[in-house]
């Protein structure tokens, strides 16, 4: 539960729960989270944060017509 800055409180509380569940028999499906940081290195990388904030504002005001 120290990463969820990192990674989001479902990706941490899934990796809790492997930690803590699997070892008593409870099956917890797989799973992976990448960081926050690799998020938003992948988004400056390949320019897509006007794409993004283009399309988001798009649909805000497709909602509110």
Known sequence: MTDI???????ASLGEMIQN???LGVEVPDGFAITVDAYNYFIEYNK???SIYE???EYSLSKHS
Do not use: E, F, M, R
């Open 5 to 11: 800055l990192q990674v989001g409180g479902k990706n």
């Open 21 to 23: 569940l699997s070892p």
């Open 48 to 50: 897509l944060n006007d």
């Open 55 to 57: 399309i988001l504002c």
